[in-house]
């Protein structure tokens, strides 16, 4: 009895150990993000104090070396909405089609070649990226549309590759992860694999799927190196996708390592911008989150799961 007794002190020893260093490694984390918050804000607040936040903001000049100088970042900030914009415009299609195919179409034999390709994807390095776009993209769109190739097509054309991975990954598990009651149940009622699969399944998923472009604009916004070795890093509005562009983080990364006084402010504002946009990004991203949660948790509710189907095929989908 007494050796028991032993056992579940060593036992209740050992969790609250565990239970300490969890909390430690959490508040490291948590130190870790304060700080960085603390450095971007009180780095940027000279330049906001002297330039003036709504000025900063919807300036369009940026010029470092004039007298006085002058710093804005409307320019760049719509350059990197264009850019992150166009991505999804063609990286969404395409990566949905992916994920549905791979989740529910795909043969066994060939499954195991593709998600070793999409893993691929997901590890190349940025500057493979663009490289392979300045070397083919940059020259095709020179060849056969307006300007020099250097533009907003041709970064939102490298950026669609680099989000692939994240939103055939995030949205392929969504897909996965729906009970299987669902495609049974839109069976029973009449409906064929491609429509269960596509009016059942997919709006049954779109929470995660959402969450997936999410995390592509966040990856999308946040590229620099890939962007700047295509983009053509002008600091002008973009009239046409095929003019060249200036993102914010091409623009930190060009002029970090020379600036200076309140140019090197102006920087760290900059990225103080970017660093906003993230965040709410990533608010957004936990709103759907515990809306799926939610959603989940009500669907998981006795004959819950049994209606979905039906509901979905309603008008004329099943016969």
Known sequence: MTKGKGGRTRSKRSEQIAQVIFLITSLVSLAAVACICVFIFRGAWPAIREVGLWNFLSGTAWKPNNDPQKFGIFYMIVGSL????????????????????????????IYPLLSQCVKLLAGIPSIIYGFF?????????????????????????????????????????????????????????GATHEEAVFHVLTPAARRGIVTSIVLGMGRAIGETIAVGMVAGNSNILPTSI??????LTVNIVSEMGYAEGLHYDALIATGAVLFVFIMLLNV??????????????????????????????????AK
């Open 284 to 317: 957004a991203l936990g709103l759907l989150t515990r809306e799926k949660k939610d959603k989940s948790e009500s669907t998981n509710k006795p004959g819950a799961a049994d209606k979905r189907p039906q509901k979905a095929l309603q008008g004329g989908v």
């Open 133 to 189: 776009g300045m070397m083919l993209i940059v020259p095709f769109i020179a060849e056969h549309c307006p300007g020099n190739g250097n533009s907003v097509l041709a970064a939102s054309v490298v950026l669609a590759l680099m989000i692939l991975p994240t939103i055939i990954t995030l949205s392929e598990n969504a897909l996965r992860s729906l009970p299987a009651s669902y495609y049974e149940g839109a069976l029973a009622l």
């Open 82 to 109: 264009y850019v992150s914009g166009g991505a999804l415009i063609l990286g969404v299609p395409v990566g949905l089609m992916a994920a549905i195919f791979m989740a529910r179409f795909c043969p066994k034999r």
């Open 242 to 247: 095929f003019k060249s562009v200036r993102t």
